[in-house]
């Protein structure tokens, strides 16, 4: 899956509002949403936009409205480290790119990624072409996970030289 001219518009009408915006706008479609809680391909419960947690009611059907702001609160930290881990300049776009990856990923895993690490030396292609290296869940490729980080990617790119 490539980026959508509909995603697209979504991300550059976004960007006003700087990466967290871009990213929350991103996330729906690369995660989907599902309304009632179920296990993930590694088997943990989520709901929404990929919300996972012990706050989970497993017997719930959540709203739009509860799933969205599940999303503007869970995207917080991931943003966070994302200003804290970046010691080089970067657009708007690669910052929400990599919020969306440590959404998918987790937080300890991108602060120790090699592509953090390119990117902090300087290597800006280079850490965003990483991102199609993490495709694997449970030690088994997901096509899923390939279109999510060509999304990731081509965002990640967008407005480089």
Not at 63 to 70: F, G, H, L, Q, R
Not at 78 to 85: C, E, I, L, Q, W
Request: glycine share 8%; hydrophobic share 40%.
């Amino acid at each position: 899956m490539a980026l959508t001219s509909s995603l697209r518009n979504k991300i550059i009408g976004a960007a006003v509002g700087g990466a967290l915006a871009i990213a929350a706008a991103m996330i729906p479609t690369l995660e989907g949403v599902k309304y009632k809680p179920y296990q993930d391909v590694v088997g943990v419960w989520t709901v929404c936009y990929g919300h996972t947690g012990s706050d989970i009611v497993r017997s719930k059907t959540y709203t739009e409205a509860e799933c969205k702001a599940m999303l503007n609160k869970d995207l917080q930290p991931f943003a966070r480290s994302v200003d804290k881990s970046v010691k080089v300049p970067a657009t708007e776009y690669q910052k929400a790119a990599l919020i969306t990856f440590s959404y998918n990923v987790g937080i300890s895993a991108f602060e120790k990624s090699t592509l953090l690490k390119d990117l902090n030396a300087g290597r800006y292609k280079q850490s965003c072409e990483g991102l199609k290296k993490w495709t694997y869940a449970g030690g088994k490729q997901w096509q899923g996970l390939i279109n999510r980080r060509e999304v990731e990617r081509e965002v990640c790119l967008m407005g480089q030289p």
